[in-house]
């Protein structure tokens, strides 16, 4: 069974910096795209970051520099350097991975979430 196991996150001031972290844990064959989304109660799910097995990297247009996303692809986990975070990033984060299996299924995983608050 595949999960995702996400690590990281909490309270932090505005300015500050944060490090998320998501392994991929179970039986794959390959990994695709990891990501990073958030989500804020009453709005959509929101891509932060998202890297691709080529190395490819999209981020959404509210990051603008501050953060880094980037991946250990020997332990399958992906990671999320956050800097300089601002009120509005308070968000719960959830981690993703596009993964294929040894049938040459593929299959989306969403990690547990974990809560950033950023506040004085």
């Known amino acids: 069974q595949v999960q995702l196991v996400q690590s990281g996150g909490g309270l932090v001031q505005p300015g500050g910096s944060l490090r998320l972290s998501c392994a991929v844990s179970?039986?794959?064959?390959?990994?695709?795209?990891q990501g990073w989304y958030r989500q804020v109660p009453g709005y959509a799910r929101e891509l932060v970051a998202e890297?691709?097995?080529?190395?490819?990297?999209n981020y959404g247009d509210f990051v603008k520099g501050r953060f880094i996303i980037s991946r250990d692809n020997a332990d399958n986990t992906v990671y999320l350097q956050m800097n300089n975070l601002k009120p509005e990033d308070t968000a719960t984060y959830y981690c993703?991975?596009?993964?294929?299996?040894?049938?040459?299924?593929?299959?989306?995983?969403w990690g547990q979430g974990t809560q950033v608050t950023v506040s004085p």
């Open positions: 890297i691709h097995s080529d190395g490819k990297i």
């Open positions: 993703n991975a596009d993964t294929e299996d040894s049938e040459r299924l593929y299959y989306g995983y």
């Open positions: 179970g039986t794959i064959f390959k990994i695709y795209t």
